[in-house]
């Protein structure tokens, strides 16, 4: 089975701090996405990855970047972080052509 | 533009009940179609799929059929379960997969 890891459940952080979040799949997929999950809100995406060093934004980029060095990991940087970024945080992959399997999400607090 | 487009919740039901989560679309071409599961505390599933017009998915007793005439995707389960009990996303795709389009869930509560 696919596994995709996001390395903290829970998160608090404080407003202005670097914030780094943290995803890793197994399956040697090429691409990979984060997204933000709202109440009525659905999933947004912020950035995707299909290929290592290459990124593209998503629907709601602002405020956010993202590091792929390595194929089975991506990160997420909220370079300074306002209370606007609190919210669920869902990472997932996929082969071209296939599904997305997504990881447990990050509850991310910025207080 | 793509979206889609979900019947707002919760929606509660009694143990085998039948379930109906109405999902309606726009694409700008000829998208697949998903529908992804949320149980408690964790990431999504992906539940079933639909690649074309007139396919039916199905999983676990769930089944959707993909109409492009109404533009619709229709979640549905004869006989629901309390371990039914999660939030529902539908979803479309286009270019290979490589973009997604989620509605906003659906939460489902199924009652013993």
Redesign the interface.
Known sequence: DVKVTQSSRYLVKRTGEKVFLECVQDMDHENMFWYRQDPGLGLRLIYFSYDVKMKEKGDIPEGYSVSREKKERFSLILESASTNQTSMYLCASSQPTQPQHFGDGTRLSIL | GNS?TQMEGPVTLSEEAFLTINCTYTATGYPSL?W?VQYP??????LL?ATKADDKGSNKGFEATYRKETTSFHLEKGSVQVSDSAVY?CAL?LY?????Y????TKLNVKP
Not at chain 2, 96 to 100: S, T, V, Y
Not at chain 2, 102 to 105: D, E
């Open positions: 889609v998903f992804y505390g964790e990431g999504l599933q992906l799929k996303f795709s290979n997969f490589n973009k997604f989620f509605g906003s869930g």
